[in-house]
């Protein structure tokens, strides 16, 4: 069997491990940057308004494939649909909600709209010409469900490498501190960050640093950078200064509206660090509330400050829980576990 894999450029290094998983597995998969052989409008290029299928009609003819795997709603996978290619679709994230958002905030202006528009076209036609759709996480498949119903969806749940995530010299942070590395790319995901005011003036001890960046960062930084005990990092290069960020950290936080299979709360727990996370979408099916973390209800900024306490002050508490944390996830995120039951599907829908 022959799978090419057409990925987005920010996830192409894991798509890299599940390819190479695949091969190992007797998949025989071709990554490449869905970018370079299929573009069109609304392209933020003007020049690739215009492409032909030449590239990607070559790419067909050498490669062969057997189906297409892709993890965006934009021009290779239309290009699959044309072709009569199977095409497997991953679902990252919680489309039709940052659709709302996006209209509702950053996509106002008319040209913005049309672009919204005009992708919105095209993840309609590969979500509706699609042999499955993957959503990253039990919830998600829900939410599909819903809104493309009739169709066939799968959970994948995506890997990580263990053996990348390792204790390392951390950061020079200052102590206790809690670290939170997330993007802020869409507000309704973004705003719970918000819900930090009233934590950082209860704990004015305790440093929150927060690692990521996105372009909803001015309207987060505008009311937490005011407070002495808040420091914005900015972005970190992936993944080696990420794990000394999170080798210096002494608890994990992703404090969000709105979360599908984030994968720095794998990799925190990996790193042993016992996790905090807000109890909305896929978070819950990332770690074990009570055993790995806690999970805190949205908006409950008394919920947040009672687990930041008992967290970083019971040290055998917060060492069981970065310990367990670990194991759950090298148990049940690997990408071999993964590959195989991706496999399994695949070979299913092919038959």
């Known amino acids: 069997m022959r799978l090419l894999i057409g990925g987005s450029s920010t996830f ?17 998969s071709k990554l490449v940057f869905d970018g370079d052989y299929a573009d069109g409008f609304p392209s933020r290029k003007v020049s690739n308004w215009f492409q032909t299928n030449k590239k990607f009609n070559k790419l067909i003819d050498e490669f062969k494939p057997d189906a ?15 072709a009569n290619i199977p095409l497997f679709v991953l679902l990252r994230g919680h489309y039709w909600s940052e659709l709302y958002w996006n209209k509702r905030t950053m996509y106002k202006p008319l040209h913005r709209r049309i672009a919204l528009r ?17 959503p990253i996480c039990k919830y998600l498949e ?5 809104f493309v119903p009739g169709k066939s969806t799968q959970v994948f749940f995506e890997g990580v490498d ?20 997330q993007r802020a790319t869409w507000w ?24 990521g960046d996105g372009p909803l960062r001015e309207r987060i930084l505008s009311e937490l950078d005011q407070y002495d005990n808040f420091h914005w990092l900015g972005d970190l290069q992936y993944p080696d200064k990420v794990r000394e960020y999170l080798s210096a950290i002494d608890v994990y936080a992703l404090i ?14 990996l790193m042993r660090k016992p996790v905090i996370a807000t109890n909305v979408g896929g978070n819950p099916e990332m770690m074990i509330d009570g055993k790995t973390g806690f999970l805190v ?5 008394e919920q947040l400050i009672e687990k930041f306490e008992l967290l970083l002050t019971d040290l055998d508490i917060s060492k069981r829980m970065g310990d367990e944390g670990r194991k759950f996830i090298e148990d049940t995120f690997s990408w071999e576990t993964v590959t195989k039951n991706f496999i399994d599907t695949i070979e299913s829908y092919l038959k």
């Open 12 to 28: 192409l290094v894991h798509l890299k491990q599940f390819s190479d998983m695949l091969n190992k597995l007797g998949v025989e």
């Open 68 to 82: 297409i795997f892709v993890d965006r709603q934009r021009h290779f996978g239309i290009n699959a649909l044309k």
């Open 118 to 134: 005009e992708w919105n076209k095209l993840a309609k036609q590969i979500f509706n010409g699609s042999t499955v759709i993957l």
């Open 142 to 146: 829900k939410i599909t469900n819903k």
């Open 162 to 181: 263990a053996s990348k995530w390792y204790q390392v010299k951390g950061m020079n942070l200052k102590h206790p501190c809690v670290g939170l590395l």
């Open 188 to 211: 309704g995901k973004t705003s719970e960050m918000l819900i930090l005011k009233k934590v950082l003036e209860k704990m004015p001890n305790v440093n929150f640093y927060w690692a």
């Open 256 to 269: 969000t509206g709105m979360d599908l299979a984030p994968l720095s709360l794998k990799e925190a727990q």
């Open 297 to 301: 209800e949205q908006g409950n900024a």
